[in-house]
């Protein structure tokens, strides 16, 4: 059965253990050609549908290995400021108002009432478990803040004299532009004497880079489809394409039906250059993605992103946006605080610095998986190895960070205790905590 009507469109910021700067909403003009070799009887290329909430195997202890015997040396945080950007806190929450030292909002309006500030409080709640004597210093910068308010943002945390600044953000401006300024003043930061710290994303599966050309797109080999989910899907759809050069695309989706597939809605001419976007609510059905390429698209790289579902063909590496392409930030994947394996939904690529284990309890937002919780971790370490050592320079606690950490198959993951004994002058019992979350199942291999 075929709707007659496209369906509603809307801006949406989307929120799972990462937030999203909201675009001009897509145009949904009916457009009668579709790419060849879209969907069929046979579904399209298989995949599930997207969940960032692994099963809970995870313990709390074990999310927070070896935080507790840096604690029992006497190493908490003190005299350390940490900068926590986020879309939305609740200040007074009792597991972390007595760390907050200041809070201001830099949205152009307010969230509202009944906002919900659970996710952002819970990442300011982990920095403070790690860190119990820092100072906290939230920037909310709303649900649908820009680079204009980010930069404001980090500006008034670097007025204060943060030490490290966390970000457990993936952001998606409507322009190349906006997400160049996001990395510039991420970098800024990071130049200037603070340890700027974000979660690499969680969009491995939700994620497809490849080569454009005129005319529609292959995603791979000659298919000129990308399914959303693995079958049917309903409610917010969200998707951005970004490209670098001065080729032009458009993005359309499409819901399968018997007969001509439907255009659901089509991105609009975007002024600013190399993004279009589409944020649409659907009614139950299969859809899938289509780009179609100007003249000069041959040869352009392009990165397509799906916030709310896998795509049915995505790329092996990649994934990562602003700020955790920008040089000089640390970029945090989310591992498995059991086995010590990588998320499969954790992004990663050359910009991934490090991993850290995700599923921490929270009192704000229950248990917390995926990148989001995973960069606090890591921002709490460097705090405690600042608190330990107050010789020492957030520049050189990152390089300490980095050469303490496990290795393996080329990746890193955090060592908190090893981090932390590295520069410290204290209790040397700290050199008998275990790396419980990562040696269970996997070995160092230098």
Do not use: C
């Not at 975007?270 to 859809?287: F, L």
């Not at 957030?394 to 290795?407: K, N, Y």
């Amino acid at each position: 059965m075929r709707i007659e009507t496209a369906a509603t469109l809307f801006v949406v910021v989307i929120v799972v253990s990462s937030t999203s700067f909201a675009v001009p909403v897509g145009s949904s003009s009916a457009v009668r050609d579709r790419p060849i070799g879209a969907l069929s009887s046979d579904g399209g290329p298989a995949d599930e549908a997207a969940a960032v909430d692994p099963p809970p195997e995870a313990t709390d202890s074990a999310t927070l290995s070896g935080f507790d015997a840096v604690h029992e040396t006497g190493v908490t945080g003190d005299d350390v400021r940490v900068g926590i950007v986020g879309s939305q806190f609740a200040p007074d929450h009792s597991r972390i108002s007595d760390a907050v030292a200041a809070t201001r909002r830099f949205s152009g309006r307010s969230s509202g009432l009944f906002a919900d500030t659970s996710h952002d409080t819970a990442i300011a709640e982990i920095v403070s478990r790690t860190a119990p004597d820092a100072e906290l210093y939230l920037a909310s910068i709303g649900p649908d803040g820009g680079h204009e308010a980010y930069a404001r943002a980090v500006s008034w945390l670097r007025e204060r004299n943060v030490d490290v600044v966390v970000d457990a953000g993936s952001y998606f401006p409507s322009s190349a532009a906006g997400m160049a300024e996001l990395n510039r003043v991420a970098s800024a930061a990071a130049r200037n004497d603070t340890a700027f710290v974000t979660s690499a994303g969680n969009y491995a599966d939700r994620h497809w880079h490849g080569n454009g050309s005129e005319g529609w797109v292959a995603f791979a080999n000659d298919t000129r489809y990308n399914t959303l989910g693995g079958g049917e899907i309903a409610g917010a759809v969200s998707l951005r394409l970004y490209w670098q050069g001065d080729a032009d695309y458009d993005l359309y989706l499409y819901r399968a039906v018997d007969g001509e597939d439907q255009l659901i809605a089509k991105s609009e001419t975007n002024a600013t250059g190399r993004t279009e976007a589409i944020d649409a609510t659907v009614p139950g059905g299969r859809y899938y993605v289509a780009v179609r390429g100007g003249p000069d698209a041959n040869g352009t790289g392009a990165d397509l992103f799906s916030f709310h579902h896998e795509l049915g063909i995505s790329s092996d590496s990649g994934g990562m946006v602003a700020p955790a392409t920008a040089e000089g930030v640390i970029a945090v994947g989310a591992a498995d605080a059991v086995s010590g394996e990588r998320r499969p939904y954790s992004s990663t690529g050359p910009a991934l610095d490090i991993s850290a284990p995700d599923g921490a309890d929270t009192s704000a937002a229950g248990e917390l998986y995926g990148s989001s919780a995973a960069a606090p971790l890591v921002a709490g370490t460097l705090t405690l190895m600042l608190a330990a050592n107050e010789s020492l320079t957030p520049a050189e606690a990152q390089a300490v960070l980095r050469d303490t950490a496990v290795r393996h198959e080329g990746e890193l993951y955090l060592d908190t205790a090893g981090a932390v004994q590295a520069v410290s002058s204290r209790d040397p019992a700290i050199e008998d905590a275990e790396l419980d979350w990562f040696n269970g199942t996997l070995s160092e291999d230098g």
